[in-house]
């Protein structure tokens, strides 16, 4: 038996006041987990280009373009968080 391994549900992004903050997004659970790590390895390939200019002297980043490689590499993060757990948590 071959059974597809899928994601779990991963919130993230906090927003709202200080004592009452709630994650407004979340990685949905049951996409297949090769095509949520794609996605995932897009989102870091851009986030390491851009910081890779940063870091080499070739560009600057602005505060808009912090908070997009922030919102980026968080949203990675949930999905590998999201691929992890359907795998059982197995690390």
Same mark, same amino acid.
């Given at each position: 038996?071959?059974?597809?391994?899928?994601?779990?549900?991963?919130?993230?992004?906090?927003?709202?006041? #200080? &004592?009452?903050?709630q994650?407004?997004f979340a990685?949905?659970?049951?996409?297949?987990?090769?095509? /949520? *790590?794609?996605? =995932?390895?897009?989102?870091?390939s851009?986030?390491?280009?851009?910081?890779?200019? #940063? &870091?080499?002297?070739?560009?600057?980043?602005?505060?808009?373009?912090a908070?997009l490689?922030?919102? /980026? *590499?968080?949203? =990675?993060?949930?999905?590998?968080?999201?691929?992890?757990?359907?795998l059982?948590?197995?690390?």
């Open positions: 038996m071959n059974k597809s391994i899928v994601t779990g549900e991963s919130t993230f992004s906090l927003c709202g006041d #200080v &004592g009452n903050h994650d407004v990685v949905r659970p049951g996409v297949p987990t090769v095509y /949520a *790590l794609a996605t =995932a390895s897009d989102l870091l851009v986030s390491v280009s851009t910081v890779y200019g #940063v &870091g080499m002297g070739a560009e600057a980043i602005e505060g808009n373009q908070w490689l922030h919102h /980026a *590499l968080e949203s =990675a993060k949930a999905i590998i968080d999201s691929a992890i757990e359907g059982g948590g197995m690390v």
